[in-house]
């Protein structure tokens, strides 16, 4: 098994794997693993240290979540989060409560005592509380390092043992200092070394690539957007061309010229490409669905059919291959721990029994910014890899309701209006995803002192960097206005245009 310098046992924190993605952004290898992972898989990794997340549960509850009791026997530094180190304070004697208001937010950390994990971490820095339980009285051994306002226990170590405990989430965006902490309690205290690198993750992939195929047959379903182009790229530079069969399927469900342009983005690649026009067929599965979910569904189900029917015109293909994230993962099913479903993605949770097909998913394990990082050293051109996130559903999750040839032509246009507007003014690669929504809401306006009852659009900006929380982005409204008149002039059916000033979290950033 694999060395992984720090291992964080996941008890469902919807920010679990944030922390993998700032550790490695620091150059330090981590895996997530269920809280319940055995001991014996623990100890094969050779941890250097152990990171407890946060989780939904509380820890005095009779089905409260709990590790392997010889975690605390292996003399490893720890650290715990939220209802990590709610599980830290019970364990070694303190006790947990309810608290008596939840704490969710910005919070002033005042540091009361020097410490290594504290290493280049100003006083009153700010970070993020998501709790609703609180430790009442901390173990006899354990000393408190920080405080807060409204948390006299914000952060407590037992520093002859590198146990270390924070009530606040580092690994959140809104902790300003938050990775410092994260990389002292990896460096500092675990003595982990920055190795991690996307072109080492690239080696070791393709490699794997090639163990896993041997001389068998892959066919790649490609969209256009990074994770499956660089997917696509990956398993060109693993294995011959004739073992590779990269299927691009129309579903009908793209944004404006988007087929077209998949097809010349491949033949630059010098990647042979099968284009299946599936239109007809994807828009009668969604008719009559309104559904999120059951549009998900029918949408994963009938690109598994399209894809089976291309795979039997070719001998000995034994794989799938597909750009499945580890964003993908976390907001689909619990499948490293027992985080709560946001929603399910299209091409998460395995393949039907009837299909014999095993699947390549070479970047399930990473983030999108990674995945950027990762296509450039695979040689991708920079205006392929800085493409914004497209959803494997496509248009039909940026409409509310029935998806119908009407109601795609309101979206797709408008999309494209925005994008036009964004890059003439500089703006598209400041934003890290926009995108229009059709909301299927009619209202009453004028036009030409004639009465109007027509659709309304909603605009959807965000800034983030890995896609798991988001705020709205700031854009300026000169821009905002000149996309509205333009898409209520332009296109025949829409009277109304809004901007989407919600943030991940509450919010997801799209609207299916």
């Known amino acids: 098994m694999k060395t992984v310098p720090i291992l964080i046992l996941d008890f469902g924190s919807q920010y679990t794997q944030l922390i993998a993605r700032k550790l490695r952004e620091s150059g330090v290898y981590c895996e997530v693993v269920p809280y319940r992972e055995e001991i014996e898989a623990i100890i094969a990794r050779k941890p250097q240290g152990i990171i407890l997340s946060g989780g939904p549960a509380s820890v005095y509850a009779e089905d409260a979540y709990k590790p392997s009791e010889e975690i605390w026997n292996l003399g490893l530094p720890i650290l715990g989060i939220c209802y990590g180190m709610q599980l830290i304070t019970q364990h070694f004697g303190g006790s947990v409560v309810a608290a008596n208001h939840h704490e969710y ?65 580092p690994e959140v965006h809104h902790s300003v200092l938050g990775v410092a902490m994260l990389k002292n309690f990896a460096k500092h205290i675990c003595g982990c070394e920055s190795t991690w690198n996307m072109g080492g993750f690239a080696k070791e992939k393709i490699a794997t690539i090639k163990a896993q195929v041997g001389t068998r047959k892959v066919l790649c379903g490609v969209s256009g957007g990074v994770d499956s182009s660089v997917v696509a790229a990956m398993l060109n530079e693993a294995l011959p061309s004739e073992q590779l069969i990269c299927v691009f399927v129309d579903q009908g469900l793209l944004r404006k010229d988007e087929a077209s342009q998949v097809q010349d983005m491949f033949k630059m690649l010098n990647i042979p490409l099968i284009t299946i026009d599936a239109r007809e067929l994807f828009l009668s599965k969604l008719k009559g669905i309104t559904d999120p979910e059951q549009k998900r569904k029918a949408i994963g189900e009938t690109f598994i059919e399209v894809f089976d029917i291309e795979a039997k015109k070719h001998t000995d293909v034994s794989f799938l291959a597909q750009g499945t994230l580890y964003t993908d993962v976390i907001e689909s099913v619990s499948v490293k721990g027992p985080s ?17 097909f095993e699947l390549v998913e ?105 896609g798991m929380t988001a705020t709205f982005a700031h854009v300026p409204h000169d821009i905002l206005e000149g996309i509205s008149r333009r898409i209520i002039n332009e296109i025949d059916g829409i009277n109304r245009v809004v901007y989407d000033i919600s943030s991940k979290p509450p919010a997801t950033i799209e609207w299916e």
């Open 362 to 466: 070479p970047l399930r394990e990473i983030f999108k910014d990674e995945v950027r990082k990762l296509g450039l050293e695979l040689g991708l051109p920079r205006d392929m890899i800085g493409r914004h996130p497209f959803p494997g559903p496509g248009l039909a999750i940026r409409i509310m309701g029935e998806v119908n040839e009407e109601a795609l032509r309101l979206v797709r246009e408008s999309d494209a209006i925005m994008q036009e507007e964004l890059k003439s003014h500089g703006y598209y690669d400041k934003v890290w995803q926009a995108f229009t929504v059709l909301l299927n809401v009619s209202s009453v306006g004028v036009m030409g002192d004639n009465r109007t009852y027509d659709n309304t659009i909603c605009v959807r900006m965000v800034e983030s960097v890995d």
């Open 340 to 356: 709560k479903t946001i929603k399910s993605h299209h091409n998460v949770g395995g393949l039907p029994d009837w299909m014999t």
């Open 105 to 169: 937010g910005k919070a002033k950390l005042n540091i009361t005592k020097s410490s290594r994990i504290f290493e280049g971490v100003d006083n009153d820095s700010i970070v993020w509380m998501s709790h609703g339980d609180k430790a009442e009285r901390i173990p006899e051994d354990f000393t408190v390092i920080a405080d807060s306002e409204n948390s006299p226990y914000a952060a407590i170590a037992n520093e002859a043992k590198n146990i270390y405990a924070f009530q606040y989430h």
